[in-house]
């Protein structure tokens, strides 16, 4: 169904009818047309300038051509016969594609050049030509026959003169020419018809008649009337002015339809007169607008040609966008004044005149209904006057007026298949003023009219029908607002009238289905649930979707990402089917840990200025995939139909690299909130960039390509995200261990080993690592050991031997890394303990007593952090590492453990006692070993108390956890006091080996005494003290337990023994005196008896204690290296000073006595006092000895 | 025209982008007149298509009533205009002009 919209400027050319010969070449015969359209107007005079235009057409309407008489630009004066060679015809019928046009032509063009015609084949050309020219006969003025292919054969059958013959398509050239030459000798003749006014003269002039005239004639005329002559020279004088209109010459024609009319009028000769009336105004037309000349529109609208898009891109078609109205230039042009005619006529008349004329002769027409076509062409043809002044409205409502009537059902003049026409032509108007939606509505109209046809010959609507109609239907989508891709159509209100949109989309569709484009029919289908599914009734929807499931079954898959072209020369878009399922939140998922490699880039010295950006931050974060390592990408799908989906072969599209995608298969449930979250996998095969850059699927039966900017959540900030670097191969690091393995926690990959241990024991095992990649060397293998930091003691893991790491492992190959597990003392470790001041309290950390808590064991996490690189360089110069975990949980269950401490004075100024309280958490008895092969056993559950004597240490000085605290940061004093703390664990470990066995559970292990060697403040007491005290009694040296038991008023020798032990030569200088008191033993402080006691002699005595010299004080300083070095061996070892006081008690009763040392001017003394461990006697005074 | 015929109304209220925004038959469809989708759903296309004339009426006319725009077969439209450019659009079948403006301009 073609639109075919009368205009004006038919009045002013000349008709050539051009017709096929011999066997069809629709293609080439095509290309002939467009060229015959490129046949411009030619120039017959320069002055004044005079233009003929050629018409030339492809189908004549008899019913109008009959007209010929009454309007000279009906009749068909030319014939046009186009012959092609045989062969060449018979390939291009069988094609349909307009993409393989061109090499048709091409293929076309080659037989031609070889193929000649055979006789019979001339002859019949020949014989349709001369069938032509008969049919037309009585007026037609000249013709020609074009014959594209052996031109030679041809010139014996034809008059030269009517012969363009030519050998091949391509080389003729000059068939224009003889094109003009038919149209030029055309018009020769019609301007003698012009010229021809000898019928003025006549008496009887020949009457001009119109076919059916007679019949409506009521009675009989008297032709020998003046009334009948006036009318037969006004008939005929308003044909020599459609000839004067004809050869190019308006203004003149005015004057000659004036004369014309004026006759007419005069004779009463309506149906003339109104013919008059309209030649008048096209005339008026023609010199006013210039309708005749330069914006010639094509003869031949062969819309088909083009697509919705390019008609709404095309300048010349002026569309809608919203409210806002642009008229395109083109029909500014067409106001816009030509310099050919001279302003006078121009201006002169107004468009009013020309519209009253055409009201005139539309009123005349009336009257006559056999008329009917012509009067409704004269109304378009007024309406273009409403048009060419941009009065639109009124132009409508004009249409509307006069045009109503027409497709009135009871209006029967018309048959369905000219109200159809008409209902077009409407379109095409509205169409080319900009009224897109009235566009709409009138090619609806016509298609019902159309497929009306049917219902009234009583035969089925065929295929053919539909096959006209869905062109129609389908460019009328864009004039409800439905864009020509899915995915411009807007979401909600923007989306425009979406019942009407829904409506208009399924007749498309129904008649895409009927016109056997069964292919088209699924697109539009799938165009109208996925952009119109949350406007369609469920229920609809639903009816929908099982016809485009049926639809497809039958056919297999449709392919929705490819364009399809149809015979009717329509192109319909890809469309990405992105609604079924719903996709959204595509993440980039990286590669689980222990395969997600780490770059490790070499360090350019260059750039290494710290600043510190958050890109470089977000670089780091950035995903990598390896080489023939699966990956995937997270999506969330949701099912928005209500049934279920399934879906096969759900799989990735990418960019770049090779990417082998895994396809998927998935059955969503039915349309609800629910959103199911899956992974979408894929193996890269090269290294370099990929990019995610869709998903493809199956969808009840339609294969489907999204892009994923085609997504509605997709914007351009996201595109980064979904590049991912694939770095090449790496290995894969197995760990096994015979430890029992389980999961931890839900979402670890690595599954933990585990193994229950007493705490004391120690176990040794070994974990085997496999490199179980193929091809790749693994080198440089380092360990990091992730456990409870102890503060003191082994720790919990302990590596046997770490040598075997360094060397390659090859593919395949299996090495063991043995280790060893110390079941640390469960209660305390670096994590929870209690940060402790130097001041600290050796019972601050027991607070919690194991007794009070029901206690089983304590689960110790820790893990083995393999970081391994290929031995094969890269050669960009990076360098990926992987990560191999092996977690290993630890429940330590407590066996012996220590409870409490203290540190008791020693048997001499230089040891001490550690006390420790030795819990037995075990439920069987369990025994102690220790210093040396003392025994002692513990009951379930029981406390022990197990005295160790312990020398003091000499390397660390007592005042240097004093100086450690003076440092000016609190890191530098964790720092400092940690260095003595090792030194002293050193030191003292050796003398706190308790071993326990427990004979019932065939259990043996270590007392573990990590904490007590974390403990400063124990490890302090253990330190040889600046100034070391000690007594003897009666020069016998005083062991500190004993009681002394004497009598009263006997005299004892208490000698006190200084000794300094500062190596940087501090001298102490003071006074030193006893002290006597007594214990109440009530909790109150102790009660002071100096007065009980007697003093023989002084009873304070100055001293002066020299410290140990250097030997060489030059720059050994001891403080400043880690290594403590002890510098023993360069003192000189001052000796002890001792000083006597004479002792006698005056009352009997239980008396300690310890000295004091006094000076307020020696910080250092105060310290002492503080510190060390100042011996006091105890003596036991009674009467009688 | 047959004065006998009923008289039926139907208004739409239409957006920027076409859409309708609210829409009501009167008298209200009976249930065998529901079952006839296809004459209600003419009303939508009618309307739809009388929205060029409204559009072409608002540039030229300062009146926020245009008066009867439109014609299809037995269906006269008329609309009216908002200052907000909301379309009021009424089909109807029997002239009744000045009904319609008191119902546009209430």
């Not at chain 1, 066997?23 to 002055?47: D, G, M, W, Y």
């Not at chain 1, 990405?576 to 998922?589: D, G, I, W």
């Not at chain 1, 100034?1027 to 020798?1053: A, F, M």
């Not at chain 1, 003093?1095 to 290296?1121: H, I, L, N, W, Y």
Request: glycine residues 6%.
């Amino acid at each position: 169904m073609e639109s075919c919209v009368p205009s004006v400027g038919d009045h002013c050319r000349i008709l050539i009818l051009v017709r096929q010969c011999g066997t069809k070449a629709t293609k080439n015969f095509k290309r002939i047309l467009e060229r015959l359209n490129r046949v411009e107007a030619l120039t017959v005079s320069e002055n004044p300038k005079r233009v003929v235009i050629p018409h030339f057409i492809t189908n004549v309407r008899h019913e109008l051509s009959v007209w010929g008489e009454f309007q000279a630009h009906r009749r068909i004066l030319g014939v046009i016969g186009i012959a092609f060679a045989s062969c060449s015809a018979s390939t291009s019928s069988t094609s349909s594609s307009p993409d393989e046009a061109a090499d048709e032509k091409s293929t076309a063009s080659r037989h031609a050049s070889t193929s000649s015609y055979t006789a019979s084949d001339i002859e019949l050309i020949a014989e349709q030509y001369e069938a032509l020219k008969a049919q037309w006969k009585p007026t037609v003025l000249d013709s020609r026959c074009a014959v594209f292919g052996d031109s030679a054969n041809a010139v014996k059958c034809f008059a030269e003169r009517e012969l363009l013959a030519y050998d091949r398509l391509e080389e003729s050239d000059d068939f224009e020419m003889g094109v003009r030459e038919l149209v030029k000798s055309i018009y020769w003749v019609v301007e003698g018809k012009r010229l021809d006014l000898s019928f003025e003269k006549l008496d009887t002039p020949p009457c001009p008649l119109v076919p059916e005239e007679e019949k409506y004639r009521i009675g009989v005329e008297n032709k020998a009337s003046k009334n009948y002559r006036r009318k037969c020279v006004g008939r005929l004088r308003k044909q020599v002015a459609d000839y004067t209109l004809m050869t190019g010459l308006p203004s003149l024609a005015l004057e000659a339809y004036l004369a014309a009319i004026e006759l007419l009028k005069a004779s009463n000769d309506l149906l003339w007169l109104a013919g008059a009336y309209e030649g008048w105004a096209c005339a008026a037309m023609a010199t006013k607008y210039g309708e005749a000349r330069g914006d010639r529109r094509p003869s031949f609208p062969r819309v088909a040609t083009m697509t919705g898009r390019q008609m709404t891109s095309s300048p010349t078609s002026p569309f809608f966008s919203g409210h806002i109205r642009h008229r395109s230039d083109g029909q500014q042009a067409m106001v816009a004044p030509s310099s050919n005619d001279s302003p006078n006529t121009r201006t002169t008349i107004q468009y009013l005149e020309i519209m009253d004329k055409f009201r005139l002769a539309i009123e005349h027409y009336e009257r006559f209904s056999f008329a009917a076509f012509v009067e409704y062409e004269c109304v378009v043809k007024a309406s273009s006057v409403l048009k060419l002044e941009h009065h639109f409205f009124e132009m409508e409502l004009f249409i509307r007026e006069h045009v109503g009537k027409y497709l009135d059902d009871n209006f029967a003049i018309f048959d369905h298949v000219v109200k159809s026409q008409i209902c077009l032509n409407s379109a095409t108007i509205f169409k080319e003023v900009g009224f897109k939606r009235k566009e709409a509505f009138f090619s609806r109209l016509a298609v019902l009219f159309r497929l009306h046809i049917g219902v009234d010959d009583g035969r089925q609507r065929a295929e053919n029908d539909y096959k006209l109609v869905y062109p129609v239907l389908y460019k009328a989508l864009a004039g409800y607002g439905i864009p020509e891709s899915a995915k411009d159509v807007p979401t909600g209100s923007r989306k425009g009238p979406a019942l009407v949109q829904i409506r208009a989309l399924h007749e498309v569709y129904v008649s895409a289905l009927r016109a056997s484009y069964a292919e088209a029919a699924v697109r539009h289908l799938c165009f109208l649930l996925q952009a119109y599914l949350d406007d369609l009734e469920p229920s609809f929807a639903q009816q929908l979707c099982n016809e485009l499931v049926h639809l497809c079954e039958k056919r297999g898959l449709h392919l929705a990402y490819q364009h399809i072209p149809l015979p009717c020369g329509i192109i319909l878009p890809p469309l990405p089917m992105s609604r079924f399922p719903l996709m959204f939140s595509f993440k980039v998922l990286p590669l689980s840990p222990h395969l997600a490699p780490v770059v490790v880039r070499p360090r350019d010295t260059s750039q290494d200025i710290f600043i510190y950006t958050p890109f470089q931050r977000q670089n780091k974060e950035s995903v990598r995939w390896v080489v023939d390592c699966a990956c995937g990408v997270a999506v969330n799908v949701r099912n928005s139909l209500p049934f279920e989906l399934r879906i096969t072969n759900l799989s990735l599209q990418t960019d770049g690299v090779a990417f082998e995608s895994v396809p998927v298969r998935l059955d969503l449930p039915p349309a609800s909130s629910e959103v199911v979250n899956i992974k979408l996998l894929g193996v890269p095969r090269a290294s370099g960039k990929v990019s995610i850059t869709g998903y493809t699927c199956e969808v009840m039966f339609v294969k489907n390509v999204c892009k994923l900017k085609d997504l509605p959540w997709f914007n351009e900030s996201l595109t980064a995200s979904f590049d991912v670097d694939v770095v090449p191969p790496l290995p894969v690091l197995e760990l096994h261990t015979a430890l029992q393995r389980a999961p931890v926690t839900e979402d670890e990959h690595d599954a933990s080993a585990e193994t229950t241990i007493y705490s004391g024991q120690s176990f040794d095992h070994s974990i085997r690592l496999i490199n179980s990649s193929r091809e790749l060397p693994i080198s440089g293998i380092d360990l990091e050991l992730i456990q409870p930091k102890v503060c003191g003691g082994p720790a919990l893991l302990e590596l046997m031997d770490t040598s075997t790491l360094k060397e390659t492992l090859n593919p395949g190959e299996t090495r063991e890394l043995r280790f060893r597990i110390f079941g640390i003392d469960p209660m305390t470790n670096a994590d929870d303990n209690v940060r402790e001041g130097g001041g600290g309290d050796g019972k601050r950390t027991i607070d919690h007593q194991p007794e009070k808590i029901p206690y089983t064991g304590r689960l110790l996490t820790t893990e083995f952090l393999f970081r391994y690189r290929s031995a094969v360089d890269s050669t960009t110069g990076d360098v990926y590492e992987r990560t191999a975990r092996l977690p290993l949980a630890v429940a330590i269950m407590p066996a012996v453990t220590v409870a409490d401490w203290h540190v008791l004075p020693g048997d001499g100024p230089k040891t001490r006692y550690v006390v420790l309280d030795v819990t037995n958490s075990t439920d069987a008895e369990a025994e102690l070993r220790y210093s040396n092969g003392r025994l002692i056993s513990v009951q379930p559950r029981e406390v022990c108390r197990v005295p160790l004597l312990c020398p003091c240490s000499e390397e660390v000085a007592s005042t240097e956890f004093a100086l450690a605290e003076e440092r000016r940061s609190l890191v530098m004093q964790g720092q400092e006091i940690d260095r003595l703390r090792r030194t002293l664990e050193l030191h003292v470990a050796e003398h706190l080996d308790i071993r326990w066995t427990i004979p019932s559970l065939k259990l043996e292990g270590l007392v573990p005494v990590g904490p007590l060697l974390s403990s400063v403040s124990l490890l302090k007491q253990l330190v040889l003290p600046a100034l070391s005290i000690g007594v003897s009694v009666n020069d016998k040296p005083y062991q500190g337990q004993e009681e002394i038991t004497l009598g009263i008023g006997e005299l004892v020798s208490v000698r006190v023994e200084l000794l300094n032990s500062l190596k940087d030569g501090h001298v102490f200088r003071g006074t030193l005196s006893l002290r006597c008191f007594q214990e109440m033993q009530n909790g109150r402080p102790a009660l002071d008896r100096m007065e009980h006691l007697i003093m023989c002699g002084a009873t304070k005595q100055p001293f002066e204690v020299a410290g140990s010299r250097m030997v060489d004080d030059s720059s050994v300083d001891s403080r400043g290296s880690n290594d403590y070095v002890p510098t023993a061996t360069l003192l000189r070892e001052s000796p002890a000073v001792s000083y006597r006081f004479g002792v006698a008690f005056r009352f009997e009763g239980s008396y300690k006595v310890r000295p004091v040392l006094l000076n307020g001017r020696d910080d250092k003394i105060a310290a002492v006092n503080d510190e060390s461990f100042v011996p006091t006697l105890s003596f036991n005074v009674v009467t009688k000895v | 025209m047959d004065r006998n015929q009923p008289k039926d109304f139907y208004f739409v209220i239409v957006g920027h982008h076409d859409n309708p925004v609210f829409e009501m038959e009167f008298p209200p469809p009976s249930e065998k007149k529901k079952k006839e989708t296809d004459n209600r759903h003419l009303n939508q296309f009618i309307a739809h298509a009388a929205l060029d004339l409204v559009d072409e009426q608002m540039q030229n006319n300062q009146n926020m009533y245009l008066k009867i725009v439109d014609k299809f077969n037995e269906w006269f439209v008329s609309a009216f205009v908002t200052a907000g450019k909301m379309r009021f659009l009424m089909l109807h079948n029997q002239r009744n002009e000045e009904g319609i403006k008191n119902f546009f301009q209430e």
